[in-house]
């Protein structure tokens, strides 16, 4: 099964460029990556999506390497309001053409003032 | 607002009891899906309904049951539940079962079973 690993939580200060990281070793060939960004009492919400190289939104980057084996979501000057937990996800391969998105624990940021 | 609806937002009920919660989405999507998310705990999908069809079924307990009487509304019938049901239920859908497409997810429904 595809599995993720990401960093349980992290801190940062206002105006920080933030960088979390996410490992997934069995990524299948067809599988996008998916970023999404969950507040307390709040449902996740989607942040951003890749397959290679890199990608850029208003909200966020996300750097993949050639190898896929790892992906890197890139927060540009964080505010109090980017605290939240960011969630890294990869489909299942052996899911077949219903492919399941595995979620993990997540990565909780806090930014400080 | 994501467009998706969830209500109640809060639920408290008892082992004995039956309830139900509602989700409604205005995307336009085809897919919808119920995880449960419990403290300390990664997501886990529930259910899934692709128009209107149930595909998926993930070794839930008989008294968690779902209905999806059309693309937009979809619901989940709650009786005899335990306290480690208590947990957010959340409510999610997508323009289809693709799995790389994007889900759109509702606030939840925070459930205490007592």
């Known amino acids: 099964l595809a599995k993720t690993t990401q960093p349980i939580s992290m801190d940062s200060y206002e105006g920080q460029e933030v960088n979390i990281t996410c490992s997934h070793n069995?990524?299948?060939?067809?599988?996008?990556i998916t970023w999404y960004q969950q507040f307390p009492s709040q449902g996740p919400r989607f942040i951003i999506q890749?397959?290679?190289?890199?990608v850029t939104n208003e909200v966020a980057s996300l750097f993949i390497p050639a190898d896929r084996k790892s992906s890197t979501l890139s927060l540009p000057r964080v505010s109090l309001s980017d605290t939240a937990v960011y969630y890294c996800l990869v489909g299942d391969p052996n899911a077949g053409n219903n492919r399941k998105l595995i979620w993990g624990l997540g990565t909780s940021l806090a930014v400080n003032p | 607002e994501t467009g998706v609806t969830q209500t109640p937002r809060h639920l408290v009920m008892g082992m004995t009891n039956k309830k139900s919660l509602k989700c409604e989405q205005h995307l336009g999507h085809n897919a919808m899906y119920w995880y449960k998310q419990s403290a300390k705990k990664p997501l886990e999908l529930m259910f899934v309904?692709?128009?209107?069809?149930?595909?998926e079924n993930n070794s839930v307990p008989s008294r968690f049951s779902p209905e999806c009487p059309n693309s937009s509304h979809l619901f989940l019938h709650l009786h005899t539940l335990q306290p480690e049901d208590s947990a957010l239920y959340l409510c999610?859908?997508?323009?289809?079962?693709?799995?790389?497409?994007?889900?759109?997810f509702g606030p939840g429904t925070r459930l205490l079973v007592l």
């Open positions: 890749g397959y290679k190289t890199k």
């Open positions: 069995n990524i299948a060939t067809n599988d996008y």
């Open positions: 999610a859908s997508s323009k289809s079962r693709l799995g790389q497409e994007t889900q759109y």
């Open positions: 309904y692709n128009f209107k069809e149930q595909t």
